[in-house]
Nanobody
Framework: QVQLVESGGGLVQAGGSLRLSCAAS????????MAWFRQAPGKEREFVAA????????YYTDSVKGRFTISNDNAKNTVSLEMNSLKSEDTAIYYCAAGVGSDVQKRYNYPYWGQGTQVTVSS
């Protein structure tokens, strides 16, 4: 079992930045694909970004490419999401997820989820 706890959400003005962190416990994340998803009110939960290990590859949904950066710190057992140039449409609850499959952009790839952290971008 892997337990995930997100932090770092908050209220920020459009154009600003936030850094989300996800702390894992129970197992080391070095054997997992780690991802961030988000869910806006009234919408489906959607893929944002993922990072694989041991061959480090990163994946992003088109709407965040060039603005968001995902990274993992296996020594600290954490994964982070650096978010820059935030837009009102980035407002959502952001979830950290861990999985071992190859369909990195699919929710079913991830059996482990955190509780989420709210990100609100004011325009």
């Amino acid at each position: 079992q892997v337990q995930l706890v997100e932090s770092g959400g908050g209220l920020v003005q459009a154009g600003g930045s936030l850094r989300l962190s996800c702390a894992a416990s129970g197992r080391t994340i070095s054997g997992y694909v780690m991802a961030w998803f988000r869910q806006a009110p009234g919408k489906e939960r959607e893929f944002v970004a993922a990072v694989t290990w041991p061959i480090v590859s990163t994946y992003y949904t088109d709407s965040v490419k060039g603005r968001f950066t995902i990274s993992n710190d296996n020594a600290k057992n954490t994964v982070s999401l650096e978010m820059n140039s935030l837009k009102s449409e980035d407002t959502a609850i952001y979830y950290c997820a861990a999985g071992v499959g190859s369909d990195v952009q699919k929710r079913y790839n991830y059996p482990y989820w955190g509780q989420g952290t709210q990100v609100t971008v004011s325009s």
